[in-house]
């Protein structure tokens, strides 16, 4: 890749800065006017707006699937419309913007720029001979050859289709119905009005429940229900818009180690009038399942996820008998990571496509719906791999059946690239002819053509703007370039791209990546203090790998400080072995990798100064960045934390269940930020919505009293009426204030005196 002068000059700064350090001893930034800093700061978060161009393609694809066009916002309020054809290659604008310009001038007697033009409805010829368009409600047509614009006076015909009388004929009423009546199963002859009592223990407390017919009605699956016994959170609304008192809200909120409803399932057979239970296991988390009917009425399934994320099972049940056997059995010594299932039934009802870690890494199965029985010696026939390897499946995009193959998106599988970098791949359901549609050192994301013959892909990575190319989506093979993002304005503000890093982790061993944002008045003779954004929850990496211009971070950047982001053991993307060591290990939060990575960071460049190190986070990110100065306090002295988890026995159950098990043990109250609040001795910012809704504020409210009682010094910012998030504006200055207070060691300006934003 060819480097800009700008991007040399910045890299040459760089390599060069250790050898600069080593002859002279940096000396610690420090801003001299601090408004002026919070001035820079304020602007950069909408400073950047509009400065890219060419960085979004969307395709409006022409009926036949092998044209489509699209249109760029440019500088100055220009605009362009781009036509391409797939089968020639071909990019070309799709009228000559001057010309039409000009005619459109003549046509309504006053100036028209035609690189301003703002049309609607834009048409293309199958042979690209000519376009029409909309233009302040009247319709013109461009004919290519001779680039003459004409009016035109008629409009196209609406599209008009006939329903068959068929279509219209209904349906025979069904014979069957299903009721519930006072809690008990009641099945109904339509045609007789006789009715069949199937149960009579059903109570208010115990109620049975419809699921679902088979196709022809003559088997129904029903439930009885036993209800669980769920948390209730409260919230104290101070400052209501519609009252001068406080308002209390209270609901209903599943959290670790809550009772849920329980299910039994039970088979009734029309012909027979008789019912009889489901040869299974009760179903007693993850709520009622969803029954899928298979192969002619021969059988049904369903998915059972056992309390504790660890078994997963695909289970097949006989209607006739209600006899059951296991298709799939998905069982971990840690965690069935539940965000990334997948399942797909054929049409045909035969075959079943799931994915499984069971190899420690995300890929795709055929199981065999008929035949399949995991409780076999699994010899091959019962289920085979559609992929395989040392990287994973994110997720599927395309399936198609009839045709036998599958798009896919995955990631480490480029060896010479960040194993986070997204590409795309088909490959037949039969596991053969795998091949890879994305090319280029970036993540990638694609957009399909009707039909899947062809592929847009956009790439990009943070030091990266996108690129965009049409690619043949059967080979990967490329057609044409469309577009590479402009960012030649962004430039000129100074804007500073985002660097990546990569070092070891706590072993020693592992690849760490991370980026590293400077601000736009970085001086390699300075040092600067280091603040690290985090956000380690487990359900995902979060270290952006696409191009962007706005984070909290590059905005706190402009305050003196070299910001950072991390994804450290844990997370996920990087197959089983790096993500269970979040496993009931949520103190972790990744920490021990981040430590080691910024001193290598360090190491390569002095002018991150890690001698106290800041960090802020949200959610999640609210528990980790508390964590760190509470278990790490030589190294991370100053924390803001935004609606922080600080105890995972009081957030949602699902995502705490997830990844901390079941039963709930110990391990939660030890690693509680609640439990460990004596061990505080930095500085430490708490945020809180009161109107938390997803994480109960009561878990910052919990670790407040746990500070007090520790007799510790904290602060403590409390947001009438709002619900998660990082404080807004307000939040977002006294997150700024707090990191100027205490690694640059000066005072905040005065905002009572002073307006905010600062002008």
């Given at each position: ?71 760029n916002n440019l500088h100055d309020g220009q605009r362009e419309w781009i036509v391409v054809d797939c089968l020639r290659g071909k990019r070309q604008p799709a009228f000559d913007h001057q010309i039409v310009g000009e005619q459109l001038s003549k046509h309504f007697k006053r100036e028209i720029d035609g690189q301003k033009l703002n049309l609607s409805e834009l048409q293309f010829d199958k042979e ?260 395989s390897g040392q990287w994973a499946v994110k997720k599927v995009v395309s399936l198609q059946e009839a045709e036998g193959y599958l798009i896919f998106s995955a990631v480490g599988t480029q060896p010479k690239e960040d194993p986070y970098h997204e590409h795309y791949f088909r490959v037949n359901l039969d596991g053969t002819g795998l091949t890879q549609l994305t090319d280029g050192d970036g993540t ?316």
């Amino acid at each position: 890749m060819k480097l800009s002068a700008h991007t040399t000059i910045v890299l040459l700064i760089l390599l060069s800065s250790s050898e600069w350090v080593h002859a002279k001893k940096l000396r610690p930034y420090t801003p001299e006017n601090l408004l002026e800093h919070y001035q820079r700061a304020h602007k950069s978060i909408n400073d950047v707006n509009n400065t890219v161009i060419r960085h979004r393609l969307n395709p409006n694809w022409l009926e036949e699937g092998d044209k489509f066009w699209y249109s760029n916002n440019l500088h100055d309020g220009q605009r362009e419309w781009i036509v391409v054809d797939c089968l020639r290659g071909k990019r070309q604008p799709a009228f000559d913007h001057q010309i039409v310009g000009e005619q459109l001038s003549k046509h309504f007697k006053r100036e028209i720029d035609g690189q301003k033009l703002n049309l609607s409805e834009l048409q293309f010829d199958k042979e690209l001979t000519y376009c029409e368009f909309k233009f302040e409600n009247q319709r013109f047509r461009y004919s290519y050859q001779g680039k003459t614009l004409e009016k035109l006076t008629t409009t196209l015909a609406p599209t008009t289709f006939t329903i068959s009388t068929a279509t219209l004929q209904q349906k025979p009423a069904p014979k069957w119905d299903f009721e519930i009546k006072d809690h008990n199963a009641v099945l109904t002859n339509k045609e007789t009005n006789e009715e069949f009592i199937l149960t009579d223990d059903g109570t208010e407390d115990s109620p049975y429940r419809f699921t679902k017919w088979g196709p022809n009605r003559q088997f129904a699956v029903f439930m009885r229900v036993t209800p669980g016994d769920l948390s209730e959170v409260h919230l104290l609304e101070s400052s209501p818009k519609d009252s001068l008192k406080a308002k209390l809200h209270t609901r209903t909120y599943a959290q670790p180690g809550d009772r849920f409803d329980s299910f039994q399932l039970f088979i009734t057979d029309t012909s027979t009038q008789k019912i009889y239970p489901v040869d299974a296991d009760v179903i007693d988390y993850h709520g009622p399942p969803q029954i899928h009917w298979h192969a002619d009425n021969d059988f049904f399934t369903y998915q059972k996820d056992d309390r504790g994320h660890q078994r997963t099972r695909i289970i097949a049940v006989d209607p006739a008998t209600g006899a059951s056997r296991t298709i799939v059995d998905e069982k971990s010594p840690t965690f069935i990571n539940q965000i990334k299932y997948y399942s797909h039934y054929s049409a045909d009802g035969k075959q079943l496509i799931w994915a499984s870690e069971r190899s420690g890494w995300n890929h795709l199965y055929t199981y065999d719906l008929k035949t399949g029985n995991e409780t076999d010696e699994n010899d091959g026939k019962t289920f085979h791999a559609i992929t395989s390897g040392q990287w994973a499946v994110k997720k599927v995009v395309s399936l198609q059946e009839a045709e036998g193959y599958l798009i896919f998106s995955a990631v480490g599988t480029q060896p010479k690239e960040d194993p986070y970098h997204e590409h795309y791949f088909r490959v037949n359901l039969d596991g053969t002819g795998l091949t890879q549609l994305t090319d280029g050192d970036g993540t990638h994301n694609i957009k399909l053509s009707p039909g899947n013959k062809y592929l847009i892909d956009e790439y990009s990575r943070i030091d990266l703007p996108p690129i965009h190319t049409l690619r043949n989506a059967q080979t990967g093979k490329l057609i044409c370039h469309l577009e590479t993002a402009d960012i030649s304005k962004l430039k000129q503000l100074g804007f500073s791209l985002p660097e990546r890093f990569v070092a070891k982790g706590r072993d020693g061993e592992t690849d760490i990546y991370g980026m590293v944002y400077r601000p736009r008045i970085y001086d390699p003779k300075y040092s600067y203090p280091v603040v690290e954004y985090i956000y380690a929850g487990p359900h995902d990496s979060h270290v952006p790998k696409s191009f962007m211009t706005r984070m909290r971070m590059f905005h706190l950047a402009e305050l003196g400080f070299i910001t950072v982001m991390i994804d450290g053991m844990g997370t996920d993307n990087r197959g089983k072995e790096f993500h269970d060591v979040c496993w009931q290990n949520l103190q972790d939060s990744g920490l021990p990798d981040h430590i080691a990575w910024l001193k290598a960071l360090n190491k390569s460049y002095p002018q991150c100064d890690i001698s106290n190190v800041g960090i802020f986070g949200t959610s999640a990110g609210g528990q980790s960045s508390t964590a760190a100065v509470l278990h790490y306090p030589d190294f991370y002295t100053v924390a803001v934390s935004s609606c922080g988890c600080h105890d995972n026995r009081v957030d949602k159950h699902w995502w705490n269940e997830q990844w901390m098990g079941y039963p709930i043990g110990d391990h939660y109250k030890d690693q509680s930020n609640v439990t460990n609040a004596n061990l505080l001795e930095g500085n430490l910012l708490l945020l809180v919505g009161e109107m938390d809704t997803n994480v109960p504020p009561e878990s910052t409210y919990q670790l407040v009293n746990a500070l007090i009682k520790s007799k510790k010094e904290f602060d403590l910012l409390v947001v009438p009426g709002m619900g998660h998030s990082s404080g807004g504006e307000y939040g977002q200055r006294r997150r700024w204030d707090y990191f100027v207070q205490h690694l640059h060691g000066l005072t905040p300006p005065n905002w009572n005196k002073h307006s905010y934003p600062p002008k």
